[in-house]
């Protein structure tokens, strides 16, 4: 079954502050797709990026950044100089031929200015 | 315009009530969901919809029934709700099955308060 696991339940940085959200992730097929999901306190559930198990590039967008490592099955989230807006929920999620997203237990992050 | 929009937004109702929840998307997609979020933000997956079939039944109480018209639509309805149900209720769509092609779009959500 797959499965993801994001360890750290909840983050605190002061404003500036670089972060890394770790996930890891198990699954036995050798094509799957890896999420990330924002969710601000407004509850919505906003799409960052997607990632296929073929391409193991790493991503950058803006102040985000994307560590996706096969070897170690993770699947990183980081985000430069963090911004008191980025305070939100952080979902990992995987999805594969079973039809499905299965979502990590989320990491709360909260930037302090 | 919205692409998967969910109604209501805000569901306050007693126990024992049936009730629906209402999703719609505009996006041409084969796939619809619906994901539920209990109190300590855990995500989990109750249906799934390809071209108005069902593909995934989760584990989900008999209580919740989905129902999807046509495969721009998906509801959800619910008997005989109990405290346990309170969660909030998320819809999504996505191209082909399993996300695959470009990934998910979900709704904006439903928060269900059984009292």
């Known amino acids: 079954a797959q499965k993801v696991t994001q360890a750290q339940t909840e983050i605190s940085v002061v404003e500036k502050e670089d972060v890394t959200l770790d996930c890891v992730y198990e699954?036995?097929?050798?094509?799957?797709?890896l999420f990330w999901y924002k969710q601000p306190p407004s509850g919505e559930l906003v799409f960052l990026i997607r990632?296929?198990?073929?391409?193991?590039q790493n991503e950058i967008s803006g102040r985000y950044s994307w560590n996706f490592q096969k070897s170690t099955s993770s699947f990183n989230f980081t985000i430069t100089a963090s911004q008191v807006v980025d305070s939100a929920v952080y979902f990992c999620?995987?999805?594969?031929?079973?039809?499905?997203?299965?979502f990590g237990q989320g990491t709360r992050l909260t930037i302090n200015p | 315009d919205t692409a998967v929009s969910q109604t209501p937004k805000y569901l306050v109702t007693q126990m024992g009530n049936d009730k629906s929840i209402k999703c719609e998307q505009n996006?041409?997609?084969?796939?619809m969901y619906w994901y539920k979020q209990d109190s300590k933000k855990f995500l989990k997956i109750m249906f799934s919809?390809?071209?108005?079939?069902?593909?995934i039944n989760e584990t989900v109480p008999n209580r919740f029934s989905p129902k999807s018209p046509d495969k721009a639509h998906l509801n959800l309805h619910i008997n005989s709700l109990e405290l346990g149900d309170s969660a909030v209720y998320f819809c999504?769509?996505?191209?082909?099955?399993?996300?695959?092609?470009?990934?998910?779009?979900f709704g904006s959500g439903t928060r269900l308060t059984v009292v």
């Open positions: 999504a769509s996505s191209q082909d099955l399993g996300g695959r092609g470009y990934g998910y779009t």
């Open positions: 990632r296929n198990s073929f391409d193991e």
């Open positions: 919809y390809n071209n108005k079939e069902l593909i």
């Open positions: 996006l041409g997609h084969d796939t």
């Open positions: 699954t036995r097929d050798t094509t799957y797709y």
């Open positions: 999620a995987l999805s594969e031929g079973a039809q499905k997203l299965v």
